[in-house]
């Protein structure tokens, strides 16, 4: 192992900033420079084989670069980092006790790194914020090339939205434009959506995945972050968002009552928002920077170039073996195309869906592309997709002994059926099996009293949100209020029930690859700017879908207690925007939280297993008009969607000439 250390020595704002810079919507701060600086060097000086020791608040301060081999073991280098760390911890707290006569060559050059007017105490504090921060030089270097596969598409995509073309270097920062890219948080693909926001925009199920492929996932991240810029009104804190979420972001200009970026990031201090997301956006500036100049930091570069593609739209249910033979391609090649289609379609379990768009090489096209299909044999064209195979848990079922009595893994069965844990199925559910369902089939639920909104709505998919009183409705009756539904291909309503003699539980191990260097996953209902979190004063405010019933369970107390904190007389229903005091005598205020949000997680994540948002649309409110009405007839968008989309908007006060906006749905 070689060691070097170093003075890192930063040029300010006057060397970094340009006139394109200056005019782009994405600002420049003079005070994230040193933030932009240390980013820029992690990608284009420091490969993988180095990393630096830094402070995790002022990336201007780096004590040293440690320098390993290519076969170096992990575990030595987790222990030469730690031993870095604690060897400047005592460096640190040494100087914070005042001494500064008599210092040591390493001490003397720690000082100097630091403004000659820092206090002891600035001191102590940095001997507790010390990280260390892997190269990425290399793994940018390769996706600088690739990126080239799909540039045009995303500047096309970019410009036809209306949207900024740095937003095109933002894989660079997410995955290295690597399109296999999947996280240790299950964040996946080349702009790295996690299941729960991407279904908002795409098909994520056991028959397809969109999120790997690098085109759908264009335009899904174009529609998230045109999503988040409408919400936030700022392109850095809608750069933001991706990482840390919406609601999040709100909560920062809220709580700081500002929207400048760089106030954001250096004073927020939201309990999850920590250094990927403080990092996120200088981060990306430094990933924009390098990616409109690739020669300046990497030299001639061998761009990638676009493939040449034809697509063709399948009329029918076909089988991967059957177009393969018919468009003259191996599996093999059809495969490398066609990434969104999950291993049940290439195992032969699942037909290739009708409505899909296939790709192949246009090198292998001779003809009429619109005469393709006709090439397949009418045999081997389907007008029903194959049916799922499902297993009924029983009493005594664990996870790992399912899959081991099927031949399937643990992992497959968890991303078939969206478990979190491999510890969270009950008697009584129903799971899907490799090359079957989408989903855990819901158990029956008891009726609730929903959250009321003032203005009546009825009927259609706008209802789900809520009821103009208080009704009494079984969740299951709502299409967003219980767990994923599958997603309906044609057959996938028809089930074969499968039956497995009892067997031993055995241990699985799910093995993810981390491929960023920041852990830019999102997080659970990233895209939902609704605020979750429980206040200082131990009050919330009302969201749609919830109920009395709901704040009790997850409190563990009584609803007459809440009745009487709020003073609420029995049967009069909580309003949408209501803010209530809760009692957490019982339960924690992050306890309460996460079940509040895994409910609403699960809510949402039901609804896109259904429905996709393809586009939104402003509509200008006009006389006598009402916009429950509208979400019912004319959108058919349920309340809390809508509200999420209108998150300033008061619906009960909405005036001629206000502008709302309506998510444009289509069932999948």
Sequence with gaps: MIRTTFLFFLAILSAVASTAAAESVFHRPAGLEPDIAFWTRIYTEVPTTSGLIHDNRRLGIVYEQLDYSANTPRSERKKDVSAAKKRYKKILLRLASGKRIGLTKDEIRVLELWPGDVTNDELKAAASRLRFQLGQADRFRAGLIRSGRWKPFINETLARRGLPPEIAALPHVESSFNPDAYSKVGAAGMWQFTRSTG????????????????????????????????????????????????????????????????????????????????????AFLAAAQIDADPEKYFGPLEIDNPPDIVKVSMDDYVSTAAAAESFGVDEETLRYYNPALMPTVWTGNKYIPKGYELRLPGHSVNGDINSLMAAIDASQRHAQQKP??????????????????????????????????????????????????????????????????????????????????????PVAAAPAASPAQPVADAADSEVVVATAMPVQEKEATVETTEFGALATAQPDLAADPSDYTVADDNRIEVQAMETLGHYADWLQIRTQRLRDLNSLAFGKPVIIGQRLKLDFSKVDRSAFEQLRIAYHRDLQEAFFARYQIRDMEVYKVQPGDSVWMLAQGRYKVPVWLLRQYNPDLNFDRIRPGAEVHFPLLQPL
């Design 199 to 282: 279904r908002r925009f795409m098909r994520i199920d056991h028959v397809m995945d969109e999120r790997m492929d690098p085109y759908i996932a264009t335009e899904a991240a174009a529609s998230l972050l045109a999503y988040n810029h409408d919400t936030l009104d700022s392109w850095p804190l809608a750069l933001t968002a991706y990482n840390h979420g919406v609601a999040g972001m709100r909560r920062a200009i809220r709580k700081l009552g500002t929207d400048d970026p760089e106030i954001v990031l250096r004073q927020y201090r939201g309990r999850t928002f920590g250094f990927a997301s403080r990092n996120f956006y200088p």
């Design 388 to 473: 799922d195979v499902i297993h009924k848990v029983q009493r005594g079922d664990t996870l790992s002994g399912i899959a081991s009595a099927y031949g399937v893994t643990v992992n497959d069965l968890m991303q078939i059926n969206n478990l979190r844990s491999r510890n969270m199925i009950r008697a009584g559910q129903v799971l899907r099996l490799p090359g079957a369902g989408a989903a855990v089939v819901a158990a029956d639920a008891k009726p609730v009293v929903v959250a009321a909104a003032k203005t009546p709505v009825s009927g259609g998919v706008a209802s789900t949100g809520t009821t103009p009183k208080a009704t009494t409705e």
